[in-house]
């Protein structure tokens, strides 16, 4: 019986994204991202139907990182093929939460820095090993990572292959929330359950606003989000009645 390398679960508008080979601590081989671009590809067309995606893992670590022993076998893909799916990531409309418990290092964190929010348990350990191989990152490290900790600390990871642990990371702004484990799927359920609360529009129009306009002089910025403004939300006059009727409620 062949067992499925991503899981995906859909409730209400959230969707779950489940590494699922425990046994490798969640390494990413071909298969596993080849799963990871079916799913990035089917969200992609479903923003009415799903509002927020969170990406976890099962087992005792979010991921580990690429499969060296797939690497080592010669059967990796093609060197564009897995960083495409990385940026197809996190270029999905929806807005997307990160999260991670255990070890979270190199390619696994690569994967987590795409998405837009990243909730890590209290044990969780970060780091970027690609030095210790003789690699050289290529699926978004040298440029998410410094957007998230700064240039100089980004360094010291990538340059050192330290590891840092959930209070550090929260510290240097690599994460957004560090909970206790025992808490760390509520803390991400009550996140998610404020995203859904929020207009999907105003999401995936903020978000696109944001990617387009990252690394551009402010006047620029300003420009942009001006000539590509998108409007209003379909449903803002029913929010703000809704608004209006509560006010005079109370």
Same mark, same amino acid.
């Given at each position: ?100 418990? $255990?070890?979270? %290092? #190199? ?5 987590? *820095? /795409? ?7 209290? &044990?969780? @350990? ?58 760390? $799927?509520?803390? %991400? #359920? ?5 995203? *859904? /609360? ?7 129009? &903020?978000? @696109? ?42």
């Amino acid at each position: 019986m062949m067992i499925e390398t991503l899981l995906r679960e859909d409730s209400d508008g959230l969707c779950t994204l489940t590494l699922n080979r425990p046994e490798k601590h969640n390494a990413l081989d071909t298969g596993l991202f080849e799963r990871l671009d079916a799913e990035c590809a089917a969200l992609e067309q479903q923003h009415a139907a799903i509002g927020c995606v969170v990406l976890r893992a099962s087992g005792r670590s979010f991921c580990a990182g690429a499969d060296l022993a797939a690497m080592a076998s010669g059967s990796a893909a093609a060197p564009r093929f897995k960083p495409g799916v990385i940026e197809r990531l996190a270029r999905l409309p929806q807005v997307v939460i990160a999260c991670v418990h $255990g070890i979270c %290092v #190199t390619g696994g964190l690569e994967l987590a *820095l /795409a998405a837009d929010f990243i909730i890590a348990s209290n &044990s969780a @350990r970060f780091a970027d090993t690609h030095g210790r191989w003789g690699l050289v990152a290529g699926w978004g490290m040298t440029q998410r990572l410094p957007r998230r900790v700064g240039p100089s600390f980004a360094r010291l990871m990538m340059m050192t292959g330290r590891f840092i642990d959930a209070a550090e990371a929260l510290r240097v702004g690599l994460i957004d929330i560090c909970a206790p484990d025992e808490e760390l $799927g509520g803390q %991400v #359920t009550a996140l998610a359950r404020e995203v *859904l /609360a929020n207009s999907w529009f105003t999401n995936r129009e &903020s978000k @696109r606003l944001l990617l387009e306009t990252d690394g551009l002089p402010l006047a620029a910025g300003l420009a942009h989000e001006h000539y590509r403004h998108p409007g209003s939300a379909p449903d803002y006059k029913e929010r703000i009645a809704l608004f209006a009727r509560r006010s005079s409620d109370s």
